[in-house]
């Protein structure tokens, strides 16, 4: 019975921002379980190459989406896309995200505007998209990643911050909504992962420093995501619902 709780054969996952990092690693997990897999992001050339790694040596069905979730039509498209050239979306991982870092006395409104639509509203619009047939098959997997800092914060975070909290408590939220018919509702709070993102934003201090505030004293790899992303989205996980799993190394203990 119990290996059957990681078995996801049947079902298909959508991953936004699945082209590189926490996306592609949580994706290519999905599919080694046995999940048909969609990925999105902005660049077709990030998302070639990424799906056929993805679904490489797994048997299983791929497809890319090209999408910009600044974009509420894109956004829109994506969900319809997705369910017409799959038939229905089972896994939802919201992971797309961005950051710009500015100071509350230096926050520009097109910067506060196109990360709040990023982080949070295209979160909103392409789960209600989704929802529906979730509904109607009473079985589903929405998980957005958040961070750390929805919890504690640094510096400059201040849009950031505001984005990755509201999804904790959309979630709770919608997981209310949802859970009568099947259907759980989580988040994912990574701490320090050396993805692109941090990698451009941080100096090399910086990224020391972070790595010294850890209990594990590193940087976590993107593959560290993956185990508990399949929790969340199996039936390992199915009693799982409103909850935000912190994966930090133990960065918030302190």
């Known amino acids: 019975m119990f290996k059957e709780l990681f078995n996801l054969n049947g079902k298909v996952a959508l991953v936004t921002g699945g082209s590189k990092g926490l996306g592609k690693a949580m994706a290519r997990g999905l599919a080694e379980m046995g999940a048909d897999v969609v990925i999105s992001s902005r660049h077709e050339e990030e998302l070639r190459p990424a799906l056929d790694e993805i679904v490489r040596d797994t048997g299983r069905k791929g ?40 100071p509350i006395d230096q926050i520009k409104d097109e910067d506060w505007d196109r990360v709040m639509e990023i982080n949070l ?84 201090e910086e990224k020391a420093n972070f790595a010294r505030m850890t209990a594990m004293n590193r940087w976590g790899e993107p593959k560290e995501l993956v185990g508990p992303a399949l929790l969340l989205a199996t039936e390992a996980g199915s009693y799982i619902t409103g909850a935000t799993l912190i994966v930090d190394g133990g960065f918030t203990l302190q």
Not at 78 to 99: C, F, P, R, S, V
Not at 166 to 180: I, K, N, P, S, V
Request: contains cysteine; glycine residues 10%; hydrophobic residues 45%.
């Open 63 to 102: 497809r890319f989406i090209v999408a910009d979730m600044a974009k509420r039509a894109d956004v829109r498209k994506l969900a319809q896309t997705a369910l017409e050239q799959m038939g229905k979306i089972d896994i939802l991982i919201n992971n797309a995200g961005t950051n710009v870092p500015q």
């Open 121 to 204: 509203n295209s979160i909103m619009v392409l789960t209600r998209a989704l929802v529906p047939q979730m509904k109607t098959r009473r079985w589903g997997r929405i998980i957005h990643i958040s961070s750390v800092m929805g919890f504690v914060s640094k510096g400059g975070r201040n849009i950031y911050s505001v984005t990755k909290s509201g999804l904790l408590g959309f979630a709770r939220a919608t997981a209310l909504d949802l859970g009568e018919h099947g259907i759980t509702v989580n988040c994912l709070a990574p701490g320090p992962f050396l993805t692109d993102l941090p990698g451009k934003l941080l100096s090399a």
